[in-house]
Each structure stands twice: as structure tokens, then as C-alpha cells.
């Protein structure tokens, strides 16, 4: 079956296009497939600025446009008889697209999203190459809804970080991974979309719980919002002491968040911003055989900060830095989207495929967390907090008001499902 797809496209450094074209007919061992949802990521943002020099994006671009988009979810529409035996019409999925398949278009590090000009999360219908199924990154998904599978993959890379972090025994070589189990954890500049989501996995998940975990930020808005989500006395009914920290106006930001502690420190930090100064603060606070993952991907490519080596040497510190997550940590983010954990906190915007240029151009400049584009509707980027106000001239927000304002404010199963209904098609 041939079919026609409307996708954002990359030429080139800042050029992104939305195009209509015919995909071809699949082969034997690819699978045709409808997109129903994706998150804009940073990465997309950073793949936009760099054009060919991204490391994924393949050097004649200009002459094969890939498309962009690699938080996405969908559902398969025809298989190629290779794969008739795992997959079929109608499943649902989601994509690891950190593929790392070696013989891949653009090398090891191609990836969906990136490096295909067939596959892509900002399209209306997309091919899914051989490799993504012999790599295992087609994800089936069986919960409700298709926001959470888009939203697996950004989860997947806060897993795959929790699981990188380790720490030692005196007088062995053996590295004992994952987070300190019982111990003080930090998460600095946490309140951004990828910290809420590192927040709510460490409250559900069902082992190597933090005794302490404490969130910082400089934005007190950003705070409280995540304390609405997350709330203290909830984690506490989790078996997590949680507490949210704005350092802006401290002298001293190190020394009061060790006081927390009782002087002891952080077995484990996450910075979630690339900032020196917050790494720094990080390093400062590790407590003995304490692990810092520098979480944030910066842009720079010449990006430094300042390491204590005294304390790497005498209090055994050490630090991790981890971009992504693997097949896993993937199946771990669906196994809980499927029984029950809703990442609909992280949701702030709400788009059509026309959305997708300017959204992902001006990424940085548009507060709040996870945008969710619905490929086949034509929308402006619109917060959730605006659609009471849209509401009282557009029907469509009117309704999309009610429903979000039931559920404490927060997109939903239910809104998806209208807005896909109802929604303007692109």
C-alpha cells in the first residue's frame, strides 16, 4: 500500500519544512505505520540549530531531508511479512530510537527522528525501517491512551540514568549500580519537564527508593507547580521525605542543602541543567562515594565545569553522564505507563503538525514542559492554562476546559480523545 504523508522536514541548520509526499510501498521486512502523537524535545531543538554537524543528522541532508521527531507514538497499519508473526494491523507503539544499529544510513549513531527520511515522530504516517524491529526498539503498548507511549521514551532516559549511577565497597573493584538505596538523593534545577519526570519515577517505582530526595530550582512558580503534582505528603505515603528548595536568594546554596542532610551529603545528585555553577553546587554536596550524573545535554561542544579532584581522590566522588536510555529502560517506561503511572503532569502545550516549525525552532523560549503535537490536526501551539480563556470564543477549547479542569487541571486520556475527534484535521 502506498501512502501519502504530511511531515516537518530538516534541510539544513534552521530549516525545517513542512511537506506533503508520497511514501513509497513497503518492503517485505518494514512496517507501515499512523503517528498519532509526539513530544518536542530539546535535542530537536539542538538537531535544528546544528543542521549536518549533529552528530545523528546525515552529512547530505540537504539533498535527503529526514524527518524530525523521536517521542512518538502511533499505531501499525500494514506489516511486511518478515515481522506478521510479532506485529499487526492496529497495535499500538511506542519507539526506542536510539537504535545504535552499525550498519544503519548514518552509522552507529543513527536514530528516528534524526537520520530517516521515512521515519519520524512530526509525521502523519511513517515506514519503520528493518533495523528499528531486528534492534527490538518497536515498543508495543498496551495501556490507554497514546500521550503516555510519547512520553516513554523522555522516562526511558531518566531510568537509564537512575540505573547508570553506582557506587563502591572499600577494598573492591566491583561497581554497584543504580542510586543509593535509603539515601539522600538531589535533583538541581529539577523542575523542568525531564526533572518532573525523574520525580514521579522515583516516587512509583518499586525499588531503590531514596530515603531523602530534594528538589531545587530558582523559579518558584516551576516549584510550586511540581509540588501540586508531586506533593510532599504524597511521597511520604511512598516512603520518600521530599522537599522543595528555591536556592535563588542563598548565599550559600551547598551548605544549606548539606544541612538537610545532617552534614552527611548526597550519595547521588542529578543536574538537570548545563550550567557550571550548578554543577559545581553538585560537586560540593556529594557525600562520600557520592555519584553526580550530569543529566543535561549541553550545546556547547567546548562546555567546562569545575571538578573538586581532592574529594574524587580522598571521598571517592565520581560522575556519570548518560543521554538517553536503552530497550529496557524503554520497556520498564511502558510496563508503568501500562499499570497505571500518568505522565500528564509533564504536559504544558498542546499543538497541531503545523505547530511543529516555530514550536521547535523557539524550544527554549517557551516556559513551561512537554509539548504534545497531534500530527494529524492543524493547531496552534496552545497551553493548557489558556484553554479556559480560547474556551469562551472556541467551542473546541471550551470542551477541552472542562475536561482538563476535572482532572486537576492536567491533560488526559479523555482530552486526547476528544481533541483527536474533534480537532481540525491539518
Not at 192 to 202: D, E, F, T, W
Not at 394 to 419: C, H, M, T
Amino acid at each position: 500500500m502506498k501512502m501519502k504523508t504530511k511531515a516537518v522536514r530538516i534541510h539544513g541548520k534552521a530549516d525545517l519544512r513542512l511537506e506533503e509526499f508520497e511514501l513509497p510501498a513497503i518492503r517485505e521486512n518494514e512496517i507501515l505505520a499512523r503517528v498519532v502523537c509526539d513530544s518536542i524535545c530539546m535535542s530537536s531543538y539542538k538537531a535544528t540549530q546544528q543542521g549536518s554537524e549533529h552528530k545523528r543528522i546525515p552529512d547530505d541532508v540537504h539533498i535527503h531531508p529526514t524527518i524530525i521527531g523521536h517521542e512518538f507514538s502511533g499505531e501499525i497499519i500494514e506489516v511486511g511479512n518478515k515481522w506478521q508473526e510479532r506485529f499487526w494491523s492496529g497495535m499500538k507503539f511506542s519507539i526506542q530510537p536510539a537504535i545504535n544499529y552499525p550498519d544503519g544510513p548514518v552509522g552507529i549513531l543513527s536514530a528516528p527522528g534524526y537520520s530517516y527520511q521515512y521515519i519520524g515522530g512530526d509525521a502523519t504516517y511513517i515506514i519503520i525501517p528493518n533495523e528499528v524491529m531486528e534492534q527490538d526498539c518497536l515498543m508495543p503498548y498496551n495501556g490507554p491512551g497514546f500521550y503516555p507511549a510519547a512520553l516513554a521514551e523522555p522516562l526511558s532516559c531518566v531510568i537509564g540514568a537512575m540505573h547508570a549511577n553506582y557506587h563502591t565497597k572499600p577494598g573492591s573493584y566491583v561497581h554497584q549500580m543504580e542510586i543509593f538505596e535509603g539515601g539522600n538523593l538531589a535533583f538541581l534545577a529539577g523542575v523542568g519537564p525531564m526533572g518532573l519526570a525523574a520525580i514521579n519515577y522515583v516516587i512509583h517505582r518499586e525499588n531503590r527508593k531514596p530515603g531523602f530526595l530534594v528538589v531545587t530550582d530558582i523559579d518558584q512558580e516551576r516549584l510550586d507547580r511540581a509540588a501540586t503534582l508531586f506533593s510532599p505528603e504524597y511521597a511520604a505515603g511512598k516512603g520518600i521525605r521530599l522537599q522543595y528548595i528555591n536556592t535563588r536568594n542563598m548565599d550559600n546554596p551547598a551548605e544549606e542543602l548539606i544541612k538537610l542532610t545532617d552534614g552527611k551529603g548526597y550519595n547521588d545528585v542529578f543536574v538537570f541543567a548545563p550550567v557550571p555553577q550548578v554543577i559545581e553546587q553538585g560537586d560540593a554536596i556529594l557525600a562520600f562515594d557520592g555519584c553526580l550524573n550530569f543529566f543535561a545535554g549541553p550545546g556547547d561542544p567546548d562546555f567546562k565545569a569545575k571538578f573538586n579532584f581532592y574529594n574524587v581522590h580522598y571521598n571517592f566522588n565520581h560522575i556519570v553522564g548518560t543521554s538517553g536510555g536503552n530497550q529496557d529502560d524503554m520497556n520498564e517506561a511502558l510496563t508503568m505507563m501500562s499499570e497505571g503511572m500518568d505522565p500528564a503532569g509533564l504536559v504544558t502545550h498542546i499543538g497541531g503538525l503545523d505547530a511543529v516549525i516555530e514550536t521547535t525552532k523557539n524550544l527554549p523560549h517557551i516556559p513551561g514542559g512537554k509539548k504534545l503535537i497531534y500530527t494529524h490536526i492543524s493547531l496552534p501551539l496552545t497551553a493548557i492554562s489558556e484553554f479556559e480563556e480560547k474556551g469562551k470564543t472556541d467551542p473546541l477549547f471550551r470542551e477541552l476546559a472542562s475536561i482538563v479542569k476535572s482532572n486537576n487541571g492536567l491533560w488526559s486520556v479523555q482530552a486526547e480523545e476528544y481533541l483527536v475527534q474533534n480537532g481540525k484535521p491539518i
